[in-house]
């Protein structure tokens, strides 16, 4: 079976057109699902048109044309002959994959090129190599979640302060977290320290620069 942790007809919804499948056959799935979840496991085109608008003939046709695309099935469970939408659900799952798949190859592929600026404008600014570490540093702020734009302006926030430390730029970013998080929801989760005295955190997060003594 088909895992029932994702909703097949959510993703139904947004992939019907790329299995080629009519806004009626759309309405007639659901009809049939809804139909199978109400304890109708043998479906027919009379009990169709007890929730459809189209006559007979019509479901009688979108039925077959299901059945042709090999997204319904007729299968037998014991004595019995049953419906089941499991074809199509599993030709979803596989499209819901790919496209899982394709979206994970291009986040990588934007973080590599995110990566790849940062790297490049931070030697330019400190006129340096970057080490096996600062490399390491860089690529933790980017998957925790800061973007390419706030880690180049933290870096720039810190050299016009005289650091030029990764350190320096950590601070930074830091800095700029809790003052968001103080702005926006009233309290920051980043670290214990900084809620022990609400007063005093705000403080120092509206402080200019938190004391550093590197260069």
Sequence with gaps: MVTEAIDFR?????????????????AMIFVID??????????????????MTLDIASIDQLLTGLLKKGYIEYVSVGKKTV????????????????????????????KENSLQNIYAKFEELLNRPLS????????EWLTSGYT??????ALKEAISRGKK???????????WSVRDDLEQEGHTPISKDWTKN???????????WMGDDEK
């Design 10 to 26: 959510f993703i139904l919804i947004d992939k019907y057109k790329k299995l080629k499948l009519t806004e009626e056959e759309l």
């Design 34 to 51: 809804f139909l199978i979840d109400q304890g109708n496991p043998f479906i027919t085109p009379d009990l169709l048109s007890l929730k």
């Design 83 to 110: 419906t089941s939408l499991e074809p199509l659900k599993k030709a979803l799952f596989r499209e819901f994959q790919l496209t899982m798949s394709f979206e994970d190859l291009e986040s990588k592929k934007n």
């Design 132 to 139: 096996k570490v600062e490399f390491g540093k860089i690529d």
């Design 148 to 153: 390419e734009e706030t880690i180049i302006e």
């Design 165 to 175: 430390s990764l350190r320096s730029v950590d601070k930074v970013l830091l800095q």
């Design 198 to 208: 609400l007063a005093e955190t705000i403080r120092i997060a509206k402080t200019p």
